[in-house]
């Protein structure tokens, strides 16, 4: 089965400083890759997304995420971080059963905290 | 444009108590459609989808049941809710694997 890991439960750091948030997935095939951001409250908002192609894939917001497929990973990575950007921050992997039926499960969540 | 709506926002209600969430799809037809639970350092826990009218699959044994009686109409119920079931619950649907997902605003659900 499927599974995401997200090992940071909680990250900080201080604003205008690189941030990089790690992922790791166990699929037996090439998963599809996501990255969503859910503000307090709020629902998700996606980030990015990878299938295939390059394995460097831009999002909104100024991030972006590696596929590293040797490392089972899709970490995201931000150069330089906004106070904006504090949010829980989570990574998806969708995967087909077949038919129709798709699955997005999730991982546990990166909460970001942004120091001034 | 497709849109998900989702209600209510919050509920409290008490142990013992029925419960009916609605979520409904607009702008697309035949979606796969989600239930989701997030509770506090879980993330997001996955349980049910519907890939079709009236298939329902339950990802985890659990006090909760859903029901899809419209194409674009997906419903999470309990004839008795427990303390446990409380948490923010979310729906999403999904066109197809490798698009977008899109998520409701969520419904914050406390049992006291």
Known sequence: AQSVTQPDIHITVSEGASLELRCNYSYGATPYLFWYVQSPGQGLQLLLKYFSGDTLVQGIKGFEAEFKRSQSSFNLRKPSVHWSDAAEYFCAVGANYGGATNKLIFGTGTLLAVQP | ?112
């Open chain 2, 1 to 112: 444009s497709q849109t998900i709506h989702q209600w209510p926002a919050t509920l409290v209600q008490p142990v013992g108590s029925p419960l009916s969430l609605e979520c409904t799809v607009e702008g697309t037809s035949n979606p796969n459609l989600y239930w989701y639970r997030q509770a506090a350092g879980r993330g997001l826990q996955l349980l049910f989808y519907s890939v079709g009218i009236g298939q329902i699959s339950s990802e985890v044994p659990q006090n909760l049941s859903a029901s899809r009686p419209q194409d674009r109409q997906f419903i999470l119920s309990s004839k008795k809710l427990l303390l446990s079931d409380s948490g923010f619950y979310l729906c999403a649907w999904l066109r197809a694997l490798g698009t977008e997902a899109f998520f409701g605003q969520g419904t914050r659900l406390t049992v006291v």
